[in-house]
């Protein structure tokens, strides 16, 4: 069944503006990822935070994860127009090497 | 450089037709994986396979068969297609001994059924 479910669907900002975008999941993990995809294009890796870990920065990018709540955020900074795209959350299940659950996604638009 | 390429990029075909879709890696990678993007974006994990073995096969129609000739390669055969197969289908690989969790994807080939 489905892992992950994400919130808003769909984020409508001006360029400049944070995003955040939530995510929450069912059962316990090893660790979460964030991926963004490009409309037509395959997704592209942002960001892992492990389960162990409550925060995580990369750039503009910031990762939290609450695992007693079962749910991270994503927050871009002083968003661009290039950072229009679907963002996908991504969790492994504990016990599993590689397998990837992802959720239903936020579709960002930035506008200048 | 393509680190994950797939071809072809658009497949239309008709009902009942066999088709296969070609995926390869140039990031020395040892897993690979197929996953389904239906049309309301959702993704799902179809085939993953390590060292040109089979290790997740989630509950798909056994129509859908994948193949890994090497770790570079991991193709997917689909046979008698239906309408409901239509969807964009990506290849993703990863390297399960120093980076397990993240995934490279390629572009995606979008298949419509007709």
């Known amino acids: 069944s489905q892992q992950g479910e994400e919130d808003p669907q769909a984020l409508s900002i001006q360029e400049g503006e944070n995003a955040t975008m939530n995510c929450s999941y069912k059962?316990?993990?090893?660790?979460l990822q964030w991926y963004r995809q490009n409309s037509g294009r395959g997704l592209v890796h942002l960001i892992l935070?492990?389960?162990?870990?409550r925060e995580k920065h990369s750039g503009r990018l910031r990762v939290t994860l609450d695992t007693s709540k079962k749910s991270s955020s994503l927050l871009i900074t002083a968003s661009r127009a290039a950072d229009t795209a679907s963002y996908f959350c991504a969790t492994v299940p504990t016990g599993t090497a590689s397998k990837l659950t992802f959720g239903t996604g936020t579709r960002l638009q930035v506008t200048l | 450089d393509t680190a994950v390429s797939q071809t072809p990029k658009y497949l239309v075909t008709q009902m009942g037709n066999d088709k296969s879709i070609k995926c390869e890696q140039n990031l020395g990678h040892d897993t690979m994986y197929w996953y389904k993007q239906d049309s309301k974006k959702f993704l799902k994990i179809m085939f993953s396979?390590?060292?040109?073995?089979?290790?997740i096969n989630e509950t798909v129609p056994n129509r859908f068969s994948p193949k890994s000739p090497d770790k570079a390669h991991l193709n997917l055969h689909i046979n008698s297609l239906e309408l409901g197969d239509s969807a964009v289908y990506f290849c993703?690989?990863?390297?399960?001994?120093?980076?397990?969790?993240?995934?490279?994807f390629g572009p995606g080939t979008r298949l419509t059924v007709t």
């Open positions: 935070i492990r389960s162990n870990e």
């Open positions: 059962t316990s993990i090893n660790n």
């Open positions: 993703a690989s990863s390297h399960l001994t120093t980076h397990p969790y993240e995934q490279y």
């Open positions: 396979y390590n060292n040109k073995e089979l290790i």
